[in-house]
């Protein structure tokens, strides 16, 4: 397959999900599909209230119309789109609860962690039976090498993929901060697919970008619609799947990077409050640290991006591509 390919997909994907976006935010206007402000939360972000979401369900529409299309269907496609729609339907559900139904806290955290190891298994049942390497996965830095993690293969892969998407929901707190690092990620993979000869992932990664470019349009701040959980774990189980498929698990903590720094944020700031009473942060997600420190929000979104960028470069370097 050539870059001509790659490029094509992402500008077919970028144009749906652009012109979707004025069809679908009036819509959600309409059902008063509202984002809700944390009291506690910086003040600057009082004015996003009200700002339609479940956007995810743009980039949805516009991955699933340009992988069907393609004409490359297969089954590792089948499997990244049933990830995909599957987090992102536990997504969708969460945000309906919370927003149409007016229950605050949504899914219960229980119901949320089920539903995701569910897919996180059917994932790693998937790869185990049909990788040419079994439960063997790639060691960066050392891409010749192998781990054979056996009987771990599965609960691993779960943890990875739970930890991931829940990651990626994290991160959706600034305007394009989700979505631009995403895109920087599946850019990664997209690459690194084409090189290996995966087509089909790299086709996949490469609808995805081109459809989170064009909701990053309608997203970049001041954002005329967010992704709400509809997306963030669409969008986690899309990166978790494909490390997966890739056998490339062990990449995530390095390429996702800034996933992997606002989730641990969190933990450490809610170990030290239980254990000393004292907070690490002046608030959890990392972004919100830095806000409340004086950084507009698009520069926090702009070095954020940024790093994820020399992140991709050393995972590029580590598989000696």
Request: charged share 5%; aromatic share 4%; hydrophobic share 60%.
């Given at each position: 397959m050539e870059y001509f390919h790659i490029i094509r997909t992402i500008i077919i994907s970028f144009i749906i999900s652009l012109l979707l976006g004025p069809l679908i935010i009036p819509i959600l206007k309409r059902l008063k599909v509202g984002q809700s402000i944390r009291e506690e939360g910086p003040k600057s972000h009082l004015s996003k209230?009200?700002?339609?979401?479940?956007?995810?369900?743009?980039?949805?529409?516009?991955?699933?119309?340009?992988?069907?299309?393609?004409?490359?269907?297969?089954?590792?496609?089948?499997?990244?789109?049933?990830?995909?729609?599957?987090?992102?339907?536990?997504?969708?559900?969460?945000?309906y609860i919370k927003i149409i139904k007016k229950r605050n806290l949504g899914l219960r955290a229980y119901q949320k962690l089920i539903a995701q190891i569910i897919l996180a298994v059917i994932l790693a049942i998937y790869q185990s039976n049909t990788s040419a390497v079994g439960t063997k996965i790639i060691i960066p830095f050392l891409p010749d090498h192998y781990l054979d993690l056996g009987i771990l293969y599965i609960p691993f892969i779960v943890f990875v993929v739970v930890g991931t998407v829940n990651s990626v929901n994290l991160t959706d707190g600034l305007d394009g901060l989700a979505t631009g690092v995403s895109i920087i990620v599946l850019s990664f993979f997209s690459l690194v697919a084409l090189n290996w000869g995966l087509d089909s992932i790299s086709i996949f990664s490469s609808a995805l970008i081109g459809a989170c470019l064009g909701f990053l349009i309608h997203n970049a701040h001041p954002a005329k619609v967010i992704m709400g959980d509809t997306g963030s774990?669409?969008?986690?189980?899309?990166?978790?799947?494909?490390?997966?498929?890739?056998?490339?698990?062990?990449?995530?903590?390095?390429v996702g990077g800034i996933f992997f720094i606002e989730t641990l944020s969190v933990i450490i700031q809610v170990v030290s409050f239980k254990l000393t009473g004292k907070r690490v942060f002046l608030m959890s997600p990392l972004h919100h640290h830095y806000e409340l420190k004086g950084w507009k929000e698009t520069k926090v979104v702009g070095v954020f991006w940024f790093v994820t960028a020399i992140l991709c470069i050393i995972g590029i370097i580590s598989l000696k591509i």
């Open positions: 209230s009200g700002t339609p979401t479940m956007g995810g369900i743009i980039i949805f529409m516009a991955l699933l119309i340009t992988v069907v299309t393609s004409g490359l269907i297969t089954k590792d496609i089948i499997l990244l789109i049933v990830s995909t729609l599957g987090f992102g339907l536990i997504g969708f559900l969460d945000d774990l669409a969008l986690g189980g899309a990166i978790s799947g494909i490390a997966i498929l890739m056998n490339l698990p062990l990449i995530l903590p390095i």
